[in-house]
């Protein structure tokens, strides 16, 4: 689904409608090398723990991490997951 962004005088709302092209474009720009030796040395328990926090959306948006590394092993720890 597409929407106008050109003629949405709102501008709260046309940032809003033109969120999925920036990720799209972000994620297209994307170089994963840098975080290769933090991989490894999660696969490898040179942690015990890792801390995700956030405040309002940044703090509902880790929760898919959350549960990832729950799922994994690695039980984040300093903020507690939305319910």
Do not use: E, K, V
């Not at 709260?12 to 999925?20: C, E």
């Not at 920036?22 to 696969?43: C, E």
């Amino acid at each position: 689904m597409t929407h106008d962004t050109q003629n949405t005088n709102n501008l709260y709302i046309s940032d809003i409608l033109t969120q999925p092209q920036a990720l799209q474009s972000a994620l297209s720009h994307f170089d994963p090398q840098p975080l290769r030796p933090l991989a490894q040395a999660l696969r490898s328990g040179d942690f015990d723990r890792l801390l995700l926090t956030g405040m309002g959306a940044s703090l509902y948006g880790s929760y898919p991490a959350w549960l990832h590394l729950t799922r994994l092993g690695l039980p984040p720890c300093g903020s507690t997951p939305p319910s």
